[in-house]
């Protein structure tokens, strides 16, 4: 069993950063796979970045590749999200989530532990 707790979101201008933490419970945080993702209001939840259990492995959305860096962290069972020349469509909840598994999944329907989520505004 892992619990999740998300931090880190906010208001912030376009261009500008924001660095989200997810803190994760469990003496096995290591063994899982990690990943982020986002729900703006009336959209599904979308894959952003994901991570391998040793972080030698790390995926992104092409809509985030190159402004986004997701790292983890096994030490402090963190997982971090740094999200640099941030834009408006970049607003919605951020989820963390947790799969125990080898392959990193881009599903959300793959990942069996979620946060509660940080919302993350971004004005124009």
């Known amino acids: 069993q892992v619990q999740l707790v998300e931090s880190g979101g906010g208001l912030v201008q376009a261009g500008g950063s924001l660095r989200l933490s997810c803190a994760a419970s469990?003496?096995?945080?290591?063994?899982?796979?990690m990943g982020w993702f986002r729900q703006a209001p009336g959209k599904e939840r979308d894959f952003v970045a994901a991570?391998?259990?040793?972080?030698?492995?790390?995926y992104y959305a092409i809509s985030v590749k190159g402004r986004f860096t997701i790292s983890r962290d096994n030490a402090k069972n963190t997982v971090n999200l740094q999200m640099n020349s941030l834009k408006p469509e970049d607003t919605a909840v951020y989820y963390c989530a947790a799969v125990s598994r080898t392959v990193v999944p881009v599903n959300p329907y793959e990942y069996d532990y979620w946060g509660q989520g940080t919302q993350v505004t971004v004005s124009s």
């Open positions: 469990g003496r096995t945080f290591s063994s899982y796979a």
């Open positions: 991570i391998s259990w040793s972080g030698g492995s790390t």
